[in-house]
Antibody, heavy 126, light 108 residues
Framework: QLQLQESGPGLVKPLETLSLTCSVS??????????WGWVRQPPGKGLEWIGS???????SYNPSLKSRVTISLDTSQNQFSLKMASVTAADTAVYYC??????????????????WGQGTLVTVSS | EIVMTQSPATLSVSPGERVTLSCRAS??????LAWYQQKPGQAPRLLIY???TRATGIPARFSGSGSGTDFSLTISNVQSEDYAVYHC??????????FGQGTKVEIK
């Protein structure tokens, strides 16, 4: 059974870099034909897609966050990571990792985000 | 950016009733829409994709419909475990996926 688990610091200072890792069990990231993504949810608010990484290393990011975000793969640990630079209080959120099929622009090609990790709360504060 | 608008923000429903949630896209997304259920302190769970296809293990009382810009999620015979927040998600525009702000289904 595929399982995802987020980990990383729960508190980050303003203007520093947020770093999170998603550990995957039940599937090999490098051998699968899937994308591995990050989604966040500020307290009491809706969901926001951050970006996704293909098993071959190709990445795609939310245009509104693209300048600050990097998603990368660590095949030796079967993990993928999120780095977000220059964080502010507006980046305080629960961060989730999730899997999805390769998108086909204009045609979907995806069957939703599934499964999700349990999420980890990151607070940006001095 | 495709803006997803869900209505209403909150629905008060008695157990056993039928409820319909709405989601509207600011641009055509064909049937490239998913619905998720989220309970307090938990991650979202995929319910519906392709606007109307139930995900694995999702009870038949959940049904989705719509295409283009207008979509709905119907829960027939609401059960106690169905009280949650429901999110819609368009995956038509890549890489510009967006979600609605959520509809909370609460006990009446």
């Amino acid at each position: 059974q595929l399982q995802l688990q987020e980990s990383g610091p729960g508190l980050v200072k303003p203007l520093e870099t947020l770093s999170l890792t998603c550990s995957v069990s039940g599937d090999s990231i490098s051998n699968s034909n899937y994308y591995w993504g990050w989604v966040r949810q500020p307290p009491g608010k809706g969901l926001e897609w951050i970006g996704s990484l293909y098993s071959g290393g190709r990445t795609s990011y939310n245009p509104s966050l693209k300048s600050r975000v990097t998603i990368s793969l660590d095949t030796s640990q079967n993990q993928f990571s999120l780095k977000m630079a220059s964080v502010t209080a507006a980046d305080t959120a629960v961060y989730y990792c999730a899997r999805h099929e390769p998108p086909i622009p204009g045609f979907g090609g995806v069957m939703g985000l599934d499964p999700w990790g349990q999420g980890t709360l990151v607070t940006v504060s001095s | 950016e495709i803006v997803m608008t869900q209505s209403p923000a909150t629905l008060s429903v008695s157990p056993g009733e039928r409820v319909t949630l709405s989601c509207r896209a600011s641009q055509i997304v064909n049937s490239n829409l998913a619905w998720y259920q989220q309970k307090p302190g938990q991650a979202p769970r995929l319910l519906i994709y392709g606007a109307s296809t139930r995900a694995t293990g999702i009870p038949a009382r959940f049904s989705g419909s719509g295409s283009g810009t207008d979509f709905s999620l119907t829960i027939s015979n609401v059960q106690s475990e169905d009280y949650a927040v429901y999110h819609c998600h368009q995956y038509h525009n890549w890489p510009g996926w967006t979600f609605g702000q959520g509809t909370k289904v609460e006990i009446k």
